[in-house]
Structures are given as C-alpha cells and as structure tokens.
C-alpha cells in the first residue's frame, strides 16, 4: 500500500512539478508605498506582465507582496527604482518553496481519514460535492442541494440550501455565501465546509441554523480550483477559454456587471485580473447572480470568502465610495473582526475592518460584494480575506485549517445574529 502510494504521490508531484515552471527564475517582493505617489506607481505595477499581486499594500501599513516572472524583473525594478518606493526581495526561488509546499500538501491528504470532510487536508472537488449530495440523503428535511450550473470543463456548481422550515418562508432572511471564486485560496472552500457542518451536522449555535436560510455555494469555481490541485498551484481564474486558449480564464471577481472594467481590471486574457469579454461572461459569476435574482427579497446578507490578509470589506471596492448604510456595515464589520480575533491563535494577524478600496489602497470593479450590494440589493455584503499561510500566503498549512475554520466561525455567527435580530 505505502509503495503505491508513494508511486502515486511521485507521479502527481512530478506532474505538479512540470506545471509550476513557469516560476523559474522568478521573485517574490515586498513593496511599501509610503505616499499618495507611491501608491499610484505600485498600483500600475499590475499592467506588467505576468506581474501577480498576491496581497496588496494595505493603508494599515501592511506592505504589498508581489510575485515577478523572470522575463518582467528588469522592467519591474526599474520602475520601482526610478521612484521612491521601497522594495525587497523576499523570496529569491518562490518554485522551490512552492514545490515544497506542495508536497507538504499531499502528505497532509495521504494522511487524511478516508470517506469523510477533512479538516486536516485540502478536499478535492468530487469530495466536496459528494459530502453535500451526502448531507442532502441524511438530512432530507434540513438540506436541499442543487446544481445551478455547469463549467466549461463539465463540473457542476452545487448549492446547499439549509433550512429549519422548508425554506419557504417569506419572513424568514437568507445569507448567501460561496468560497472558491479564487482558485486558488485553498482556505475559503474549507471554512465554506465547516459553515455547512456547523449548521446541519454539529450544530451548537441553534438560533443561527433555524432562524436563517443559508445559501452555500462552498466552491463556485471548480475548474479553477482543480486546476490549482493538478496543474498550477497558485491559479486564481476561471478556466474558460472564449477570450483565448492560450491564457485561458477569467477572474470572477472582476466579472460582476456593476461599474465592470472601471478600476483594478485588464481587458488582457493573459492577466490574472482579466475582467472578461463581457460582464457575466463566465458560469461561475452567472450562478450567484440568477441565485440571489431568484431570492431579492430574503438575501439579508451576503459573504464572499477569499484568502488571505485577514480582512473584513465592504462595498464600494470599484472607487472607495461608501454606501448610505456605511456606519453599519462599519460598526458591524468590526464587531465580526472583534470576534474572531477573540478566539485566534495568539500571534495571529489581526483582522482589519474597511471599504475594501481603502482599505487596500486599491480599487477594483467587478467584484460580487459590490454586485450584491448595488445591484442585488443585499444591504449587509462583505468580502473575507482570511489568514494567510505558508509562504505564498495561500498554502496555509493543513495543521492551521481547523483552527482558522472554528475562529472565523465566531465571526460569522456575529454576523448571523445580527441579521436575526434586524429581521425580527
Ligand atoms: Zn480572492
């Protein structure tokens, strides 16, 4: 058994392996802009190609971090150079690091307890979709699971809708959710997962699972995701290939019709913030658009899960204009950032709370909390960056899963409650 496993875990790694060259003879920086100039200049270090920011500059002080091909480096440090920025580099070999993560990775999953949802590893799409058909043959009056649509590459998008009453009550709110828009933030599908078991299969907190209908799409963008497992490790798109097949994928979180193409997109197929030929052009983006079209006047609430950065945003991302309801989702999210920081690891980055265009220094249209918001008429819509891990911040390691999905949980109950005492 053990060799067979090995077998198999040196055939995916080389594979693996194989994908992720593109990194060769890349570099990982950090960037601090320091002054209104700075931030413009760092904010165009996006249109470089292949450039690919994996956490932005924050105006909490936080430094960007940013991950440069080989091929941009010369162009990419002159421009730092002829400005004042300040700039390092932080990881001289991120394919090395990221191949070791990698097999860190498939440990943890050789590791795991077969036949149910792990939190100790990373769960593969035809997991995640067969624990939530699971659910819906043992919980048959709790849970419905639907398919609300297909991918490019044949995978179905599934929803699980949780409810106490039948979900037909027309007093009762909904908080929709989905993870995954990202492929390649392994966490956000993860504490999608532990929402769901927290509300049907463990569920301790009884006023939040029966005085609320939860919509969760734990992993809207499957293609992405298990492209991100097989192929190239830190893939963020879609894997849709109608602009090109040679820079397949669209970044969902720029492919929402509300203020589309305005701030923090690319028109480029190649770029990994490519919005798209068109608004909603890609299935991923249209199934949460028609869910929360088909339930307007229930969806209280509405939650993006993303990593990493340990954030809690708010609309308007697209220019850092804020909502009438700003004082609100203000004194709200910091409420949900208290609580989780409450029951965090000691050491653990502490949540930071703000219109996500300020916040990041950094405003991007497109994205589905300001869809929501403005045009799906959800009132309460937020983005969470949760903690980053490992060395891209995206392999947050699998010994850290099951104590980030339990804190972020303390938030979101938060949250939930604060929707069931605005309903009643
Ligand atoms: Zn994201």
């Known amino acids: 058994m053990m060799k067979v496993l090995a077998l198999l875990f040196f055939v995916a790694f080389a594979f693996v392996q194989?994908?992720?060259?593109?990194?060769?003879?890349?570099?990982?920086?950090?960037?601090?802009?320091?002054?209104?100039?700075?931030?413009?200049?760092?904010?165009?270090?996006?249109?470089?190609?292949?450039?690919?920011?994996?956490q932005h500059a924050s105006i909490f002080g936080r430094e960007a971090r940013i991950l440069v091909p080989k091929d941009s480096l010369t162009t990419f440090e002159s421009v730092l150079r002829s400005s004042s920025v300040q700039y390092e580099v932080i990881m001289e070999d991120p394919k090395s690091v990221i191949e070791e993560e990698i097999k860190q990775q498939e440990l943890a999953r050789m590791k795991r307890v077969p036949g149910r949802i792990s939190f100790t590893s990373y769960n593969r799409h035809a997991e995640i979709n067969s624990y939530l058909d699971d659910?819906?043959?043992?919980?048959?009056?709790?849970?419905?699971?639907?398919?609300?649509?297909?991918?490019?590459?044949?995978?179905?998008?599934?929803?699980?809708?949780?409810?106490s009453d039948g979900g037909n009550n027309p007093n009762k709110p909904i908080i929709v959710s989905d993870a995954g828009i990202h492929a390649r933030e392994w966490i956000a599908p993860a504490n999608a997962l532990y929402m769901i078991r927290k509300l049907v299969e463990d569920i301790t907190e009884s006023d939040v699972a029966n005085n609320i209908d939860w919509f969760i799409i734990p992993l809207i963008n499957p293609d992405g995701y298990e492209y991100s497992h097989t192929n190239t490790r830190?893939?963020?798109?879609?894997?849709s290939t109608a602009s090109s097949t040679t820079c397949p994928g669209v970044d969902g979180n720029r492919?929402?019709?509300?203020?589309?193409?305005?701030?923090?997109?690319?028109?480029?197929?190649?770029?990994?913030?490519?919005?798209?030929?068109?608004?909603f052009s890609e299935i991923e983006t249209r199934v949460l658009r028609d869910?929360?079209?088909?339930?307007?006047?229930?969806?209280?609430?509405?939650l993006a899960i993303h990593s990493y950065g340990s954030y809690f945003l708010y609309p308007y991302g697209y220019d850092g204009s804020n909502p009438s309801n700003v004082a609100e989702l203000r004194s709200l999210g910091v409420q949900v950032g208290n609580a989780i920081d409450a029951l965090a690891a000691s050491g653990s980055t502490k949540y930071l709370v703000g219109n996500?265009?300020?916040?990041?220094?950094?405003?991007?249209?497109?994205?589905?909390?300001?869809?929501?918001?403005?045009?799906?008429?959800?009132?309460?819509s937020y983005t969470l960056e949760l903690p980053g891990g490992g060395s891209a911040g995206f392999d947050l390691p699998p010994s850290r899963i099951n104590q980030v999905v339990r804190e972020t949980w303390g938030g979101i109950l938060v949250?939930?409650?604060?929707?069931?005492?605005?309903?009643?």
Do not use: H
């Open 18 to 54: 194989a994908n992720n060259d593109y990194l060769e003879g890349s570099k990982v920086y950090t960037v601090r802009p320091m002054t209104k100039k700075d931030q413009l200049i760092v904010a165009g270090l996006d249109n470089i190609p292949g450039v690919d920011v994996w």
């Open 135 to 163: 659910l819906a043959r043992q919980y048959p009056t709790r849970v419905k699971v639907e398919t609300l649509g297909r991918t490019v590459n044949g995978r179905d998008i599934k929803v699980i809708k949780i409810s």
């Open 234 to 239: 830190l893939w963020r798109k879609t894997r």
């Open 255 to 279: 492919n929402f019709d509300f203020k589309w193409m305005q701030s923090g997109s690319s028109s480029s197929p190649c770029s990994d913030i490519f919005a798209g030929p068109t608004p």
């Open 291 to 302: 869910l929360i079209n088909a339930n307007k006047a229930r969806v209280k609430a509405y």
């Open 356 to 380: 996500s265009a300020v916040a990041l220094n950094y405003a991007a249209a497109g994205a589905s909390d300001d869809w929501a918001m403005g045009v799906g008429g959800v009132s309460l």
């Open 415 to 424: 949250l939930a409650r604060y929707v069931i005492n605005k309903a009643a």
